[in-house]
């Protein structure tokens, strides 16, 4: 679509949590948004890639999904902007990596992880150093999905009842806290603390036990990525 402008999307916040900073926000994509997300990554999925030690990606058995990187059409540009926007107006778009579909099937998941890195191999100057914040995007369900949370294990559950809306109040004490795959809502967190990974943000996509579900990472790097690791405009 020539001169396509980016529609004044309102929505709403709610810190869960200040320390780790973890703020969670409904409706954070709009529905034809949602479903162009679908259209664009239908038939480009490719078994997810886990990166090792050195830097290169491989395949897991920790990550048993299927993902695709984005093209940054108009449409991902107004997504990338406002995830850019959230976070202050200072961080230029060169810090995001390429935006990330993740489908999930009957039975795959990504076990317990964290975003930012722990080998220097993924996190030099041409990456942009570490991951510094991530979203997760539910941007599609099926509507009898089972499963398929993201779980942060060692945050802790929330206390007022009106939470059990976004996170499985179901689930016990010491599971930490599991945030529901709800369509078009997100997650954010900040990665870092003093520059260093923070351990607390340790998260699992949970088993889709029925249905699948559709994700997308939002990654942003402390600094500007080198060219060729970022998406380029189209
Ligand atoms: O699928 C989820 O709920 C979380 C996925 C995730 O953490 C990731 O792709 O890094
Ligand atoms: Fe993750």
Redesign the pocket.
Known sequence: TPNYTCPHHLYNVQIFSEDPLIIYIPDFITVSEASHLQTISANRFTSSQVADQTGQQQLASTRTSRSTSLESDQVVQCIEQRALQFQGYDIPRTHLEPLQAVQYSLGEN?KP???WFTSDAQTTPSFGGNRAT?F?VYVAASEDIVGGG?QFPLLDAPKNERWCEYVNCDAGWDEGVTFRPIPRNAVFWRNLKGGRGDQRTL???LPVQRGEKLGM?IWTRERELDLQYRSETI
Do not use: L, R, V
Request: aromatic fraction near 18%; avoid cysteine.
């Open positions: 990504y992880h964290t975003d991530s997760f993201t998260h699992a996509g990472n």
